[in-house]
């Protein structure tokens, strides 16, 4: 490595000392030579007389003029990462040429060409892999885009904007003229050239606008693009309605494309898709694709105000927009489906995830303070927890009070950059509040511990509930404020009927501890505690199971009902690990299990309640990760389950098989749920399941249905499962986002042959290590293989490790994001951590490691 790469810190912002107003981009596009051409209105902000410096990476300089003079070459430096102007003019016009490789940047980031489409991405620090700029998000300039290429082979070329020309050139070429009007930062900048089929409709504003809405799919996939435009509709209806905002140009584009690092991007006027958030129909796309390309439409459509229209300032503030849009967007598909349902997964994204991250080497706050490289911190963190923290202002506020934050927060800061310290500063302002206790949820990382005490006097009747906080040190914060915590809670007796101790169903803990006093109890109630999940924090409570089972049958809270199963079984398979026993599953919590399937309840609920927690939840609780212990206490207790309620399973899979077609409504897509759950248990009763498996799968007018029973066969190891395998391989080779799936299925089997048969699928036709998508089905997936992966000869670590190295140079985005599954390496036991730290230095020695690997490597290898 030539140099470190180096820390910034969110402490040392300063405003930057030029701006630029006005930018005209001219591309000439070429697959290995393309010519960019940039003239640029700078003006000097503030007295100084420093130089300008502006960003630039990777890029070949061909010219620079001022004020249309070419400048001398004593009077600007070029190094490899900046272009230094030195200028004493306070307002001038720059225009700089340059050339770009778009055919060699497999980093996607920048402009590149893959399967013959331009395309670029620029957050967060891209754009200067496309020009020379000021390349940090508190730049807002108006931008015109004119993009040349060969017409026969990209007939569409697009930018932000509105289309203001188009012209034949010679030699087959043509061009095509854009303007923005709204001023933005480069981050939200693109161009896109190619061939595509369309999708054409228009959405009427409530101001009676009408806007074209454009979906650009690859040729062949009009019959998959309906969904995502029903879901862009329904998207901008529901801005309207919900948060009083209207969409803002006359044009909204939506471009698929194979070669994406992650799931979209929110550009102004023109959204740049994985294909996998767009691309759906019942035979090639699960009911759970179906749910994620509403929920990615609407994230990038909200963007439009919360992330567009009011900017971040600095990256260190991308909760802004990231936290308060997952927010929105997570409230769009509760309002748009089951509330409960989507809470629930929600909550199982942060404790799976978030959680590890927030305990973990790299665990920062929410608005971090430290960076190395940005792109590392796209992270849970920043945006499910930071979406966690949003709602709890929902929760502190009520819907109006949010929404009165809201027009306040747009009233101040349209067309602004701003930080998460001003969105606050609109929410308290708003409502008359005081959030500055709440405020620590912004600057500490770590998940608290809340611990939950109770005491019933039954002569005095009277209540006694302590609350106590504390919250463990994290990298660089080693003492913890108290947080604010809100915690909603209902009580119920002990035959579940629901008892008022209070009007007030949100309760405060803002210290260390807390002591909420409850008189004229009748009886000992239970409590549920943190209904809806309320603050995103552990609990420690001492309920007996009996109590939990009241929850679990009682609780008018979906997800306490579903929390309470999921601490049922936790608590078995932590007993058995305690025990070194396989832990008995008593009648009573059977009969709990029973019941619920029984009662009248949406089938979604019961499949969730139903589906055990996941190995990284179970050892969330644990200092050092008992990997073995913990696979196979999750198997004897899915194995117990599967033998008490084998006829209870059968029964509802048989009510939940449908007669009719196929369709996509709440209603069937949680019966299809509930019934998969069924199969899964099912499947793991052996050869007496096989012929409900291929009949499922050979009868399924759906993919849900085919791949759930190729799943249940595979994860159960039954004897059809590598038939099946074949017979899906056959019918799918070649469909590339439908393989992903046949990769992943094979990537996340509990089988001690995964890592043989991942590494041999990585030369299988439909893979490729240049594709994220696919990288991220086979590798990422097997990384959440917890048994496999840590396999305890390391073979898991070996392979992952090595292809960690291969993409250290091509794609270093996508080589971080696996080699998170390293970070937590300190958590296992002694031989798992030799071999893990082994990885981890082997890569610290590349000599031209990515400063994405480098950040999260220094993080965990340092003491
Ligand atoms: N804002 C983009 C993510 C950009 C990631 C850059 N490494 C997508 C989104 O959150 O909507
Ligand atoms: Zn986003």
């Known amino acids: 490595m030539t140099q470190l790469p180096k820390a910034k810190y969110r402490k040392d912002y300063q405003e930057p000392e030029f701006t630029i107003t006005d930018v005209d981009l001219t591309f000439d596009l070429h697959p290995t030579e393309t010519r960019v051409k940039s003239v640029l209105k700078v003006v000097r902000q503030g007295e100084h007389e420093k130089p300008l410096v502006l960003d630039g990476e990777q890029l070949t300089l061909l010219s620079i003029k001022v004020d249309g003079e070419e400048v001398s070459e004593d009077l600007y430096q070029h190094d490899e990462h900046s272009l230094t102007l030195k200028t004493p003019l306070n307002s001038f016009t720059l225009e700089i040429e340059n050339r770009v490789n778009p ?32 390349d940090r998000p508190d730049v807002l300039a108006k931008f015109t885009t004119t993009v040349i290429a060969d017409k026969s082979d990209f007939p569409y070329l697009l930018s932000n904007g509105n289309r203001i020309k188009h012209l034949e050139l010679e030699n087959g070429k043509h061009s095509a003229t854009w303007q923005d009007p709204f001023p933005k930062p480069c981050y939200l900048f693109a161009l896109v050239a190619g061939d595509f089929d369309i999708l054409r409709d228009e959405f009427t504003t409530r101001e009676g606008r009408t806007v074209d809405l454009e979906l650009f799919v690859d040729k062949g996939n009009l019959d998959r693009a309906d969904h995502a435009m029903l879901s862009l509709k329904n998207a901008m209806k529901w801005d309207e309605e919900r948060f009083d905002l ?26 740049v898709f994985n294909a996998k958030y767009v691309l759906a129909n019942p035979k090639t796309a699960t009911d759970q694709d179906f749910l994620n390309v509403e929920s990615v439409i609407g994230h990038e459509y909200f963007h439009n105000w919360t992330g567009n229209r009011v900017t971040c300032r600095d990256w260190f503030q991308l909760s802004l927009k990231e936290g308060l849009t997952v927010f929105r967007d997570q409230e769009f598909s509760s309002d748009l489906g089951s509330r409960a349902v989507n809470r629930i997964q929600d909550v199982r994204v942060i404790r799976s995830h978030q959680f590890a991250e927030d305990s973990g080497p790299m665990a920062h706050p929410i608005r971090p303070d430290k960076v190395v490289q940005m792109n590392n911190f796209y992270t849970v963190t920043v945006y499910n927890k930071g979406a966690e923290v949003i709602r709890m202002i929902h929760t502190l506020l009520g819907e109006a009070g949010f929404q009165k934050g809201m027009k306040l927060y747009f009233e101040r800061h349209d067309g602004n950059a701003v930080t998460c310290e001003d969105f606050v500063k609109a929410m308290e302002d708003a409502n008359g509040k005081d959030f500055t206790t709440f405020r620590n949820w912004y600057s500490q990382a770590g998940t608290p511990v809340v611990t939950v005490e109770e005491v019933y006097d039954e002569n005095e009747k009277r209540l006694t509930l302590v609350l106590k906080q504390s919250t463990a040190s994290t990298p660089g914060q080693e003492e913890k404020a108290p947080f604010h915590i809100p915690v909603k809670w209902s009580a119920y007796s002990e035959q579940g009927q629901r008892l008022s101790l209070s009007d007030d169903d949100v309760l405060h803990l803002k210290d260390a501890e807390a002591t909420f006093a409850f008189d004229n109890v009748a009886e000992k109630p239970i409590l549920s505690l943190f209904d809806n999940f309320s603050a995103p924090v552990k609990v420690k409570r001492s309920l007996t199971d009996d109590e939990l089972r009241v929850l679990l049958a009682h609780s008018e809270d979906d997800f306490s009902r579903w929390d309470a199963a999921q601490s049922l079984f936790t608590r078995i398979v932590e007993k058995g690990i305690a025990t070194n026993s396989s832990a008995e599953l008593s009648e009573q919590t059977i009969q709990a299990c029973r019941n619920l399937l029984q009662a009248n309840t949406d089938p979604a609920l019961k499949a969730l309640a ?65 019934k998969q759950v069924c199969l899964s248990y099912l499947a793991e009763l052996g050869d007496k399941t096989s012929n409900r498996l291929k009949q499922q799968f050979n009868q399924a007018d759906n993919l849900t249905d085919q791949l759930g029973a190729l799943q249940a066969a595979v994860w159960a190891n039954n004897a059809v499962a590598e038939p099946l395998l074949n017979q899906f391989e056959e019918q799918w080779r070649g469909e590339k986002l439908v393989m992903d799936k046949w990769f992943s299925t094979q990537a996340l089997a509990n089988n001690e042959k995964t890592v043989e048969r991942v590494k041999s699928l990585m030369t299988h036709p439909d893979f490729s290590l240049k594709n994220p998508n696919r990288i991220y089905s086979l590798l990422a997936a097997f990384t959440q293989n917890q048994p496999q992966f840590h396999r305890d000869d390391g073979a898991g670590y070996e392979l992952i490790g090595s292809v960690i190295q291969q993409l250290n140079t091509s794609n270093p985005q996508v080589a971080s994001r696996l080699l998170s599954a390293f970070v937590s390496w300190r958590r296992y036991d002694s031989s798992r951590q030799q071999l893990m730290r082994k990885e981890l230095e082997t890569l610290r020695e590349l000599s031209n490691l990515a400063s994405d690997l480098f950040e999260k490597i220094e993080s965990c290898l340092s003491e």
Do not use: H, W
């Open 246 to 271: 209207v969409y803002d140009l006359d044009i909204y584009m939506v471009v698929a494309v194979d070669f994406f690092n992650m799931g979209a991007m929110e550009n102004k006027g023109l959204n």
């Open 610 to 674: 139903l589906t055990l927690p996941t190995a990284s939840t179970i050892a969330d609780g644990y200092e050092t990760i008992p990997v073995e212990a913990i696979n196979a206490q999750l198997k004897s207790l899915k194995l117990q389950l599967a033998e008490a309620l084998e006829d209870d399973f059968k029964e509802l899979l048989d009510v939940c098989v449908s007669e009719k077609a196929y369709q996509l409504n709440g209603e069937d897509i949680a019966k299809r749920q509930l």
């Open 103 to 134: 055919t060699a940047n497999e980093a996607l980031e920048g402009l590149y060409l893959a399967e013959n489409t331009f395309c670029t991405q620029c957050e967060a620090e891209g754009f200067r892999r496309i020009t020379f700029y000021l």
